[in-house]
């Protein structure tokens, strides 16, 4: 089965973006609309145009994990809206989330959703998984309550009444 054209253009434009975003490309009004929104999950963040996408996620991310190696598992279309998931390795170089640099190989996790207008991003909704990150680092940010407690049958789940 093959893509629809709008869909395979969706796709392209954010396979464009992407490999920009790979080598390190700061020009990104090539790829995004002046006015695009970045709306990150808790801990992410919300950026407001290109400068802002640049200066409080792109600086940020790249100033704290430096050798980054972008993964992309999945890229889904459908008419103006593509998506993904994959993940980013990098070292932890710079400080993240308060963690000053170790050293140490982490894995991010992400999914990403794009609607494409005129060829270009302009809007990204955004989940990246900072939590997992954390854990690589040392950090358990749900104080041993993570639900993989069940799954490791190292506590009981609770149950809705009547079950």
Wanted: glycine share 10%.
């Amino acid at each position: 089965m093959t893509r629809d054209a709008k869909s395979q253009a969706s796709l392209d434009a954010v396979k464009a973006m992407e490999q920009g975003l790979a080598h390190n490309e700061m020009d990104m009004l090539k790829y995004f609309t002046e006015d695009f929104t970045w709306r990150g999950n808790q801990g992410c963040g919300t950026k407001s145009g290109v400068q802002a996408f640049q200066r409080n996620w792109q600086w940020p991310l790249r100033a704290a994990f430096t050798d980054r190696d972008y993964k992309t598992d999945q890229f889904l279309a459908d008419g103006e809206w593509a998506a993904c998931f994959g993940h980013i390795k990098g070292t932890h170089s710079g400080t993240f989330m308060g963690i000053p640099a170790t050293g140490k190989r982490v894995k991010i996790p992400y999914m990403d959703f794009w609607r494409i207008a005129d060829g270009r991003i302009a809007d990204n909704p955004v989940s990246v998984d900072f939590a997992s990150v954390m854990m690589q680092l040392g950090v358990d940010v749900f104080g041993g309550e993570g639900w993989e407690k069940y799954d490791r049958d190292e506590a009981e789940p609770p149950k809705p009444e009547g079950y």
